[in-house]
């Protein structure tokens, strides 16, 4: 399936790479630009009125109102086209305050109980101690389900054996008062099922959560509103964890539709391991959309995987060697598909790589490794130095063919010279995209 930031994303990145390296730009050039966001935005199941308000703003801002002073129209177009994403996207992020009973309700297939996990290992990275209770004995396996993925984090899960959800909610609340925070995973059904409104209800007086989270998968599209609206009548709804975005040409229609419900999106799910988990930013997510890059979640992530800044730094300014390509490798493999990390790379959305290239990057990754560890320390500072006869020692050593060694110095090669091509962080500091670095706070 084509994944959100594959659709969305490469439409938005190319239309703003159009509009950045176009020779002219005049109230036509605008017009045409504004015809192609909308088909880009309907494509990606966002609502046509709200695509048609965004639209207009545009058009009113770039062509009625007075251009403000130190911008160009190209770059005023560009900074417009961003502030209006954002808020059809969600404004500005939501507050997190750290809960101490959260709620989990939401559709059946929608990757809740898988959601819950991935909350409840964010809250563990944080060091705080969380604990699960099943609540859902509608779904076969559901709270076996829920123990094996807590097991994995080592956190514990009450589950009850008579299969009471009223009596699990109690038994879970003595249980784990000491603990900072508890989560309930609740059966998951239509909002408008009355079995699920009741059950909802009473353990909601049980629980009395701080944060009653709704999970709602990307491919719902604009029809995520509509729930949205009717979870939020039923248990008053705090935040909307949406799943599913690696998934889906839909995601646009998503984010959109439940941004307008006054429960703002906390979370998203960008694919099936328990790291593919992001807060929720609309400023980082609008502008790795417009291939503008997002470094400051570049960073984190990269913390995460215990990689260290310089190389991050290194590796952004294309000066990196083969032993910290070795490290980017691993860390990368930990952060998830290297699309995804290379989105953050400011720029990086708007280069035309051959079909397939990253692709084909993961599958060698693994080789690739075995290739490094078998060369000397000298070669994997010096890669230039790795002639005929030392490419034929390293391929016997790892065990790969000679094809494989020339293919990584070349894959190497080519990531280099793609880095130094975007310019590294001085890239957003030159030409049209100096005062935009500094108008939308870009920390670089």
Do not use: W
Request: hydrophobic letters at 40%; charged letters at 30%.
């Amino acid at each position: 399936m084509i994944s959100m930031l594959d659709n969305l994303g490469k439409g938005l990145s190319a239309l703003i790479k159009k509009l950045v390296t176009g020779t002219t730009i005049d109230k036509a050039s605008v017009e045409q630009l504004l015809k192609d966001l909308r088909r880009i935005l309907l494509q990606a199941d966002v609502d046509a009125a709200m695509a048609d308000e965004l639209i207009a703003n545009i058009l009113k801002q770039c062509l009625e109102q007075k251009i403000p002073a130190g911008l160009t129209l190209r770059e005023h177009v560009l900074k417009t086209i961003y502030d209006e994403l954002v808020k059809l996207l969600g404004k500005a992020p939501a507050k997190l305050v750290d809960k101490k009973r959260i709620m989990f309700i939401g559709l059946f297939g929608s990757g809740k109980t898988t959601s819950i996990a991935k909350l409840a290992r964010y809250y563990k990275k944080k060091g705080k101690r969380s604990a699960l209770v099943a609540l859902d004995y509608h779904r076969p396996a559901a709270p076996q389900q829920l123990k094996q993925l807590g097991d994995q984090l080592k956190v514990p899960v009450h589950i009850n054996d008579s299969k009471d959800p009223y009596a699990c909610a109690k038994e879970g609340l003595e249980k784990f008062g000491k603990y900072d925070i508890i989560i309930f995973d609740t059966a998951g059904r239509n909002a408008l099922d009355k079995e699920l409104a009741d059950e909802l209800k009473k353990l909601g007086e049980i629980i009395k959560p701080d944060e009653v989270l709704l999970t709602i998968p990307a491919d719902l599209g604009k029809v995520a509103r509509k729930q949205s609206e009717e979870f939020n009548k039923l248990v008053g709804i705090t935040g909307v964890f949406v799943t599913k975005m690696d998934g889906t040409a839909k995601a646009g229609g998503a984010l959109a539709a439940t941004s307008v419900t006054g429960a703002k999106v906390k979370f998203i799910g960008t694919g099936e391991k328990l790291e593919d988990f992001e807060l929720y930013n609309p400023e980082r997510f609008v502008s790795r959309l417009l291939g503008l890059g997002d470094l400051q979640t570049l960073l984190e992530k990269a913390k995460e995987t215990d990689m260290k800044e310089e190389t991050i730094e290194k590796i952004v300014e294309g000066k990196f060697t083969l032993t910290d390509f070795y490290e980017q490798i691993e860390a990368m493999q930990k952060m998830g598909p290297m699309s995804k990390v290379l989105s953050m790379v400011p720029g990086a959305g708007m280069m035309k790589l051959p079909k397939g290239v990253i692709e084909k990057q993961e599958q060698k990754m693994k080789n690739y490794k075995h290739i490094i560890n078998s060369m000397t320390k000298e070669e994997r500072e010096n890669p230039e130095m790795i002639n005929a006869s030392r490419i034929k020692r390293v391929a016997k050593g790892s065990g790969r063919p000679e094809s494989d060694v020339r293919e990584l110095l070349n894959q190497y090669k080519q990531m280099k010279k793609l880095m130094r091509s975007l310019g590294g962080q001085a890239g957003l500091k030159r030409g049209a995209f100096k005062n935009l670095a500094k108008q939308f706070g870009f920390k670089l």
